[in-house]
């Protein structure tokens, strides 16, 4: 899993591309990776919309890997925005965030 802060979003199709500007090499073996192809992600935003993105999958053919390309907005294995999130653990209340109360306790112990 590659991290990203430079890319641009483009929204087509009710799907949301992720575009980097930049070439990421590998993050174990700092070898150049070679495209895969792409994978849907769903994200749900402090607001309560949801975002489909489509992420860039890459190949590592010295470390025999699979990264995926997330943009900052994302937070590995969850579900909602990283503003929502941080909103949430930092009891943020200008942000309001739409999420279950049970979530929230989740992660406010995360």
Sequence with gaps: M???????LEEKGGLT???????Q?????????????TKRRKLK?????????LIRRFYCDPCHRVH????DIVVPYKRHGAK?????????EEIPVIM????????QNW
């Design 17 to 23: 591309h992720v575009h980097s500007n930049e070439t």
């Design 45 to 53: 935003q402090a607001d309560g919309t949801r975002i489909i993105l």
């Design 84 to 92: 929502a999130i941080e909103s949430v653990i930092n009891k943020d």
């Design 2 to 8: 590659v991290i990203i802060t430079n890319y641009t």
């Design 25 to 37: 090499p590998c993050p174990i073996c700092q070898r150049r990776m070679r495209l895969l192809g």
């Design 68 to 71: 995926h390309e997330l943009p």
């Design 100 to 107: 279950e109360e049970s979530t929230i306790k989740r992660l």
